[in-house]
């Protein structure tokens, strides 16, 4: 089978001549020179986005207890993976987090609840802590609360919420082998809800569950379907008492050639670390900063430990991308 030619499909996404088709997508992740591959990619980033790198921050406002059966999730009541469980996050605690994250320079900061959805009376309760950190901080807001109704998303707007976040986790047609409560089509129904009462997106996957290179690449293609312009890119980090606990780490190279074909798929897009970096190394870190990601998130995970933010700004600074000033 002849080659499939990486100069002209990169050339073709520079010039906006046309979209990489699925097929083209599937062939340029068996390309044999990874490091050309990713050059590729980093270069398709400089052309559509710069050098400026985005940061967002996320704290966990409800955790546990959760009764959805996500394999990957250490926070489903059908696991025991021995993590503090509690209904709402003291409302001290999260502006104080938002406000340290907004002195550091964090451009985004996002609460995010276990649990099918948020309903009607908490969320009132979480919109007042909106408020008090839209009025106190320079912070733009997001929420990743679950599948919830409109009322409800309004209800995240009017609080000075400007996007949502709900992650396909992968593709369609693998989802239904990680989770049985909830469907990829409901996901997507909360976003375009999401669009429709004047939000913003965000949405991304966790690669690293036993889905294929043809998967993830699936996936790619449904979140520019959405139009998803914020996309987080998980690594699963392997949780004592998941489902999933005993899954098989992926290669250096799975992880770069799952980036930087992102990256031709999502030309314009910020791609983003999100969970399981902690357990990458700097110098992986810095190639899929050259790979195809320009954004991060950082600081604090949900129920496992984040990153260091100043470390972080050091790092993202070596290989060239722009911050913020502390």
């Given at each position: 089978?002849?080659?499939?030619?990486?100069?002209?499909?990169?050339?073709?996404?520079?010039?906006?001549?046309?979209?990489?088709?699925?097929?083209?997508?599937?062939?340029?992740?068996?390309?044999?020179?990874?490091?050309?591959?990713?050059?590729?990619?980093?270069?398709?980033?400089?052309?559509?986005?710069?050098?400026?790198?985005?940061?967002?921050?996320?704290?966990?406002?409800?955790?546990?207890?959760?009764?959805?059966?996500?394999?990957?999730?250490?926070?489903?009541?059908?696991?025991?993976?021995?993590?503090?469980?509690?209904?709402?996050?003291?409302?001290?605690?999260?502006?104080?987090?938002?406000?340290?994250?907004?002195?550091?320079?964090?451009?985004?900061?996002?609460?995010?609840?276990?649990?099918?959805?948020?309903?009607?009376?908490?969320?009132?309760?979480?919109?007042?802590?909106?408020?008090?950190?839209?009025?106190?901080?320079?912070?733009?807001?997001?929420?990743?609360?679950?599948?919830?109704?409109?009322?409800?998303?309004?209800?995240?707007?009017?609080?000075?919420?400007?996007?949502?976040?709900?992650?396909?986790?992968?593709?369609?047609?693998?989802?239904?082998?990680?989770?049985?409560?909830?469907?990829?089509?409901e996901k997507k129904e909360t976003?375009?809800?999401?669009?429709?009462?004047?939000?913003?997106?965000?949405?991304?996957?966790?690669?690293?569950?036993?889905?294929?290179?043809?998967?993830?690449?699936?996936?790619?293609?449904?979140?520019?379907?959405?139009?998803?312009?914020?996309?987080?890119?998980?690594?699963?980090?392997?949780?004592?008492?998941?489902?999933?606990?005993?899954?098989?780490?992926?290669?250096?190279?799975?992880?770069?050639?799952?980036?930087?074909?992102?990256?031709?798929?999502?030309?314009?897009?910020?791609?983003?670390?999100?969970?399981?970096?902690?357990?990458?190394?700097?110098?992986?870190?810095?190639?899929?900063?050259?790979?195809?990601?320009?954004?991060?998130?950082?600081?604090?995970?949900?129920?496992?430990?984040?990153?260091?933010?100043?470390?972080?700004?050091?790092?993202?600074?070596?290989v060239g991308y722009n911050i913020?000033?502390?």
């Amino acid at each position: 089978m002849q080659q499939i030619n990486l100069e002209q499909i990169t050339l073709r996404v520079l010039e906006q001549k046309g979209d990489v088709l699925y097929n083209e997508a599937i062939e340029l992740a068996k390309y044999p020179d990874k490091d050309l591959l990713c050059a590729a990619a980093n270069s398709i980033r400089e052309k559509f986005c710069g050098n400026e790198l985005d940061t967002c921050s996320i704290i966990n406002a409800r955790s546990g207890m959760c009764s959805e059966d996500c394999k990957w999730c250490a926070q489903s009541a059908k696991h025991n993976t021995g993590i503090e469980t509690y209904p709402i996050k003291n409302a001290n605690e999260v502006f104080d987090c938002a406000l340290q994250n907004d002195i550091k320079g964090v451009k985004r900061f996002s609460m995010v609840t276990s649990g099918r959805r948020v309903e009607k009376k908490e969320m009132e309760k979480f919109c007042e802590m909106y408020k008090r950190i839209q009025e106190k901080t320079g912070l733009k807001l997001c929420a990743s609360m679950g599948l919830i109704g409109k009322e409800e998303m309004l209800m995240l707007k009017e609080a000075g919420v400007t996007r949502y976040e709900c992650n396909l986790e992968t593709a369609s047609s693998f989802f239904p082998q990680l989770c049985t409560t909830h469907t990829s089509k409901e996901k997507k129904e909360t976003l375009r809800l999401a669009i429709e009462c004047g939000m913003e997106i965000c949405s991304g996957g966790i690669i690293g569950m036993g889905e294929s290179m043809e998967q993830r690449i699936e996936l790619a293609y449904e979140l520019r379907e959405l139009g998803v312009k914020s996309i987080p890119i998980n690594i699963l980090n392997p949780i004592k008492g998941s489902a999933l606990e005993n899954a098989k780490p992926l290669s250096d190279t799975e992880i770069l050639t799952t980036m930087a074909i992102f990256r031709f798929i999502l030309p314009d897009a910020f791609i983003r670390f999100a969970g399981g970096r902690i357990n990458m190394s700097e110098n992986l870190q810095k190639k899929a900063l050259q790979s195809g990601i320009n954004a991060s998130l950082v600081g604090g995970l949900l129920t496992t430990p984040g990153s260091n933010i100043n470390k972080d700004y050091e790092m993202f600074k070596s290989v060239g991308y722009n911050i913020s000033p502390l």
